[in-house]
């Protein structure tokens, strides 16, 4: 068992793209925990996913055994977290299972809202943090104006900020000392009864549950009896190693350290994360406070374009959900679509990951509707319901209010383009709270409706600033405003992927927009097709589509006109008979394209 004072437990935080991952590289290549020749970039990302969008979405642990200079060897043990504002969640449970964290900086890009976002977290954990300035090779790093910077917005002393580049390996012995001498080593007791926090858990085929834990107090060795404080389940331990990113199994753990444990768990669910471990017989007195579990903010549905694929979805969905706690579903069906699940996501990046992995790793076709929020609905009745498909809206005359969910956004943009960001977010019906400047950049604090976020008001604000905007936000609460669900129909049939709650002020404006888009989307038929937008029993916009016609006068020369009158008629009559009976198919892109609101 390792020395208390020869430990250190710390993560790794900043904004996307700021070489989190880089970093960890380093630090695991230059201490030879993984050999040269095994080693390959972004290691710790193991999703196809994330090796191709280039971020992180799982926080990956490894333990690194460190010859210091002052002759001790150290173990520290990283946790590499993702920087995104979807996974937040994943950041909040790794910072409470260390004692530290390494903030890294671009020293080109300098401090973003996510940045601001993470170390508050850590903050928040009680963390001793140690600023690094990344990419101190660039043409256009500036140290000393990120350093300021780091001082004005977050307060933290940056004078000795250690300045690195993890890309060509430049000051990572300086990171590696900076962690022994800046970083606490973790307290504990060894004697004391075990107390471990489980931090995160997956499935793995061959050993099934794989559990990570962080030890508190006491100490845990294979073939002992445990106890799960907040479910009750008791398990025997089978296996104990440590993560070098590859499994390598001990005999025990003491306090302090970071390992995990396989006790033939069969789901994932049987282990909730921030639960207390403890010894069966010798049990500790109090549990740990846990995390609160993560509330999903955006629900869609999904549904298999080919009906028969169905049981295949239920599959990758119930997979899926044994490596994610965040990710909720349940089932639904609709008239347009068939069987599928409604599912709850943290975010729209955490949607798409979802979206892309059942897609690519379980080969299935799949159908996204509108992404909504949930809305609370009071009744007259003194009730209320919560809503979570615009299609389940229940009678307007039954209904007294609705209730939103708000947002507070914090918006880092520079100066020049300020004016823009200002308008997008009035746009979305946005209240500003705040405006301050940090040198040449803007922060902007709004309070904004999560439905006018969640569809694309990140790609806008990309593109209103050039990509130079950063974008953060919490959930504040709900609020009432006059919202209205929006019908699409086709043909004179309802669309149930496509109703949306919108804004009566600006429920026109919407309608409009969807029908003119639909009419481009959607393929002419045999027969003429009007598609409409329709708020209860009133129709708000309309467009109609005209029908494909075969020249059934061509056969015709000359002669009598009525002829050519008889077949027209003809033709008529069959058109009008097909659009009673006729079905409108609608294509997928179509789907796609017409949820993709622009402006």
Request: proline content about 5%.
């Amino acid at each position: 068992m390792t020395d208390l004072s020869h430990i250190r437990n710390f993560s790794i935080v900043a904004h996307i793209d700021h070489g989190k991952s880089t970093l960890a590289d380093r630090l695991i290549q230059s201490t030879g925990t993984v050999k040269d020749r095994d080693m390959q970039a972004q290691l710790l990302d193991s999703m196809d996913i994330e090796r191709e969008r280039g971020i992180t979405i799982k926080a990956n642990t490894v333990r690194i055994e460190y010859p210091a200079k002052d002759g001790e060897t150290y173990i520290l043990n990283l946790i590499d977290t993702p920087g995104h504002v979807d996974f937040a969640y994943e950041v909040s449970r790794s910072m409470q299972a260390v004692e530290g964290s390494l903030l890294v900086v671009d020293a080109s890009q300098g401090v973003e809202a996510q940045t601001l976002a993470n170390v508050y977290q850590a903050i928040d954990a009680d963390h001793d943090i140690v600023p690094v300035l990344n990419k101190i090779d660039l043409p256009a790093a500036d140290v000393d104006r990120v350093a300021e910077q780091i001082e004005d917005v977050i307060g933290i002393d940056a004078t000795d900020a250690v300045q690195i580049s993890a890309k060509t390996g430049i000051g990572i012995p300086d990171v590696l000392e900076a962690i022994v001498t800046r970083l606490p080593p973790p307290k504990g007791d060894k004697d004391a009864p075990l107390k471990a926090m489980l931090v995160d858990s997956w499935y793995d085929p061959y050993l099934g549950v794989v559990v990570m834990i962080r030890v508190i107090d006491g100490k845990i060795a294979k073939g002992d009896q445990i106890l799960m404080m907040q479910t009750g389940a008791k398990y025997k331990i089978e296996k104990l190693a440590v993560l070098k990113p590859q499994m390598v199994d001990i005999p025990e753990l003491g306090p302090g350290e970071i390992g995990i444990l396989t006790a033939s768990i069969k789901q994932v669910r049987d282990t909730r994360v921030g639960d207390t471990i403890t010894h069966e017989r010798k049990r500790c007195e109090t549990a740990l406070p846990g995390f609160k579990p993560a509330q999903p903010v955006v629900f869609c549905g999904l549904f298999p374009v080919d009906n028969a694929q169905f049981e295949d979805l239920r599959e990758a969905i119930d997979k899926l959900a044994l490596n994610d706690a965040s990710f909720t579903f349940e089932m639904e069906t609709s008239a347009a679509l068939g069987f599928g699940f409604r599912c709850g996501f943290l975010g729209l990046l955490h949607l798409e990951v979802i979206r892309d992995r059942i897609e690519r790793e379980y080969d299935i076709d799949l159908i996204t509707t509108a992404p909504s929020v949930i809305y609370h609905v009071y009744m007259r009745d003194g009730t209320m319901t919560k809503l979570h498909n615009p299609a389940d809206m229940p009678d307007m005359t039954h209904v007294d209010h609705i209730e939103e969910p708000r947002i507070k956004a914090t918006i880092l943009v520079p100066d020049e383009y300020l004016g823009d960001v200002l308008k997008l977010c009035q746009d979305r019906r946005g209240i500003q709270a705040d405006l301050t400047y940090a040198g040449a950049r803007a922060m902007a604090v709004y309070d904004l409706p999560l439905n006018e976020v969640v569809f694309d008001f990140y790609d806008r604000l990309k593109s209103v600033t050039k990509g130079y905007a950063s974008f953060d936000y919490q959930m504040t609460g709900y609020r009432e405003d006059f919202l209205v669900k929006m019908q699409i129909l086709v043909n004179d049939e309802p669309v149930d992927a496509l109703s949306m709650m919108v804004h009566r002020d600006r429920a026109d404006m919407r309608g409009r927009a969807m029908v003119e888009k639909l009419k481009d989307l959607i393929p002419r038929h045999m027969f003429k097709i009007p598609i409409q937008a329709a708020i209860g029993g009133r129709v708000i916009a309309r467009e109609t589509l005209s029908a494909l016609r075969k020249d059934v006068t061509a056969k015709c020369y000359g002669g009598d006109a009525s002829r050519k009158r008889k077949l027209l008629d003809k033709q008529k009559a069959g058109k009008k008979k097909m659009r009673q009976f006729g079905k409108v198919e609608i294509p997928q892109e179509a789907f796609i394209n017409a949820l993709k609101m622009d402006g």
